[in-house]
């Protein structure tokens, strides 16, 4: 069951309106059973992130992942929010220092 499910996929990411430097190459690994999502990724802080969540169908040929993810210097569990279409997704983005600002990433995930 688990080879099946499983997906490799490395994603680019560019961080738009956020102030720090962030990591933008995220090797992935994720676990689709029916819209059930789990996964593990390394983040955009250099930290190795896990998540679960579901995905929804939306109109225009979109996807919406809504979840929670550990990893992150905000909280130790934050929530996951996730457009996608096609190969491209794009995701809110905060950071809390050097000031709290919000911002949106966008990337394009390669599979194999």
Known sequence: MISSCLS????LSFHVGLEGDYNSIHPHARCTVDNT?????????ESISTY?????????????EVGLVTGYSSAPV?????ITKDNWFITP??????????GITIGYEFKF
């Open 78 to 82: 934050v929530p996951l929010l996730r």
């Open 93 to 102: 983005a905060y950071e809390i220092s050097p000031s709290k600002t919000m």
């Open 37 to 45: 999502i789990i996964g593990v990724y390394y983040n955009s802080e």
């Open 8 to 11: 490799l996929m490395v994603a």
């Open 52 to 64: 679960v969540g579901y995905k929804f169908k939306s109109p225009f040929d979109t996807e919406i």
